[in-house]
């Protein structure tokens, strides 16, 4: 079974990420901390390596849908890659700390813009983008381009830039949150908090408004972001050589965004097999067409041409229509895509039943309705077997079909036919298909009911759960 995200389990993921950062702050006896400048650089690499695999899964939605959001969003997702790999993971290696001007204000400014970057995903309408080739290559080039003017523009006027945080502050020292360090540094954490909270919220609304799951991955990890940046602010453990609270909190978020990662490669692979599957029954209805529906159809024509001696042509005729019947039916279903809807299926069934009896159709489906294969199957047979009883039993000119969905599946198949002259639910055998519509709807938990006059034509009621 499939982890599905809603708004009330972002909260709660936020919820105990805040209640988990306020413990820290409170409690002198919940500090922990690692001065391992080795565990610096593995988290920026780690971190690095999971922005990374999500900007390709993503970028491969860009690929087919080419919206701006998500090309924002794999701009985002490159550049909290570079800015801790190239301006975080590999100058703290070389110079072994990060308490020097360039690993403390070169990785700050690619942060801050990546950030800026996920609000702006966001935020920002799904629009369609006009040109789509090379795309890739332009949000590479842009994320190479600017982490490299970043640590141009900090290597040449390094020298100049103040110390963000003395490099000797340690934890283990305080008993409470120490907001030091310089204005600018301060000021960089407080513009993160707020960014990314406005863009978990942001994320929020759109798996509210889409359902996709991506976004609620996306906000959980913005929301714990906002509370890392918020420890950076309390205890600047950023800019030392000092693993703490933050540290481990933003190394959560984007924990966070491996299990996004993960779920866009199940997402994948489940798209490739649903289209496996779909094209396999797309070959099965060819075959079953072009085999044993035409030779049905000429059995059946065939039975039309007998002499009418006794019962036995009728009965011969009316088995081979039958029998055309059910393999148009068993073709309509291989064609039928995996994710067409109950309301979907339904139309395309009773258009089909309508052209081939000659039936005015009346289509009452306002909403659209999901219900499993086994429902869908059931309801699509009772349709077509109802509108076949309507033309070919009870002379009927116009049928109407209804859909409808509140607590149960309802539905309505009516037509103006000429009725029933004896109790429809008394009927005994197989007459009129009755006792096999009953039995298709009671086989999927459905009930099944059928009234009829001579006045109002036929009325059958179906409930699914």
Do not use: C
Request: charged content about 15%.
């Amino acid at each position: 079974m499939s982890f599905v995200f809603k708004r009330t389990t972002v909260v709660a993921g936020v919820l105990v990420a805040g209640a988990f950062t306020t413990a820290i702050a409170l409690v002198p006896a919940l500090r922990f901390a690692y001065e391992v400048v080795g565990l610096r650089i593995v988290s920026d690499t780690s971190v690095s390596m999971i922005a990374a695999l999500l900007a390709l899964l993503v970028y491969g939605r860009v690929r087919e849908a080419a919206q701006l959001d998500l090309a924002i969003l794999v701009f985002a997702l490159g550049m909290v890659a570079s800015a801790n790999f190239f301006l975080s993971a590999i100058p703290i290696a070389v110079g072994n700390s990060p308490a020097t001007h360039f690993s403390s204000w070169a990785p700050a400014a690619g942060r801050v813009m990546a950030a800026a970057a996920f609000f702006a995903a966001a935020v920002v309408p799904a629009r369609s983008l006009v040109r789509r080739r090379g795309l890739g290559v332009a949000i590479a080039a842009a994320v190479l381009s600017i982490t490299a003017l970043v640590a141009l523009a900090v290597a040449v006027w390094g020298d100049s830039l103040p110390v963000a945080v003395n490099p000797a502050l340690s934890p283990l020292d305080s008993g409470r949150p120490l907001i030091v360090g310089h204005p600018l540094a301060l000021t960089i954490q407080i513009t993160m908090l707020v960014t990314f909270a406005a863009a978990a919220v942001g994320f929020v609304k759109r798996l509210d408004r889409t359902g996709d799951d991506l976004y609620g991955w996306l906000a959980t990890f913005a929301g714990l972001a906002a509370l890392a940046r918020l420890q950076y602010f309390l205890f600047p453990s950023l800019y030392s050589n000092w693993i703490y609270t933050g540290d481990f909190l933003r190394l959560a978020s984007f924990v966070v965004l491996l299990g996004g990662a993960l779920r866009e490669i199940r997402a994948y692979w489940s798209a490739r097999a649903a289209a496996a599957v779909s094209e396999e029954r797309r070959r099965m209805a060819r075959d079953f067409h072009d085999g044993i529906a035409q030779e049905l159809a000429y059995i059946s024509s065939l039975a039309a041409q007998l002499p009418q001696k006794g019962d036995a042509a009728a009965k011969i005729t009316s088995a081979a229509q039958r029998a055309s019947l059910e393999a148009r039916l068993a073709i309509s279903a291989l064609r039928s895509s995996p994710a067409e809807s109950l309301t979907e299926a339904l139309q395309r069934v009773a258009q089909d039943a309508a052209h081939r009896f000659g039936l005015s159709l009346r289509l009452d489906t306002a909403t659209s309705v999901a219900a499993s294969a086994a429902v869908s199957e059931a309801a699509q047979r009772i349709v077509y077997e109802a509108m076949s009883n309507a033309a070919r039993h009870g002379m009927a000119s116009a049928v109407e079909v209804a859909i409808r969905r509140d607590a149960l599946i309802r539905l309505t198949i009516g037509d103006n036919g000429r009725g029933f002259a004896v109790d429809p639910t008394r009927i005994g055998g197989t007459g009129f298909g009755i006792v096999s519509m009953r039995e298709r709807a009671a086989a999927v938990g459905g009930t099944f009911e059928i009234s009829s006059s001579t006045e109002t034509g036929t009325v059958i009621e179906v409930t699914f759960p």
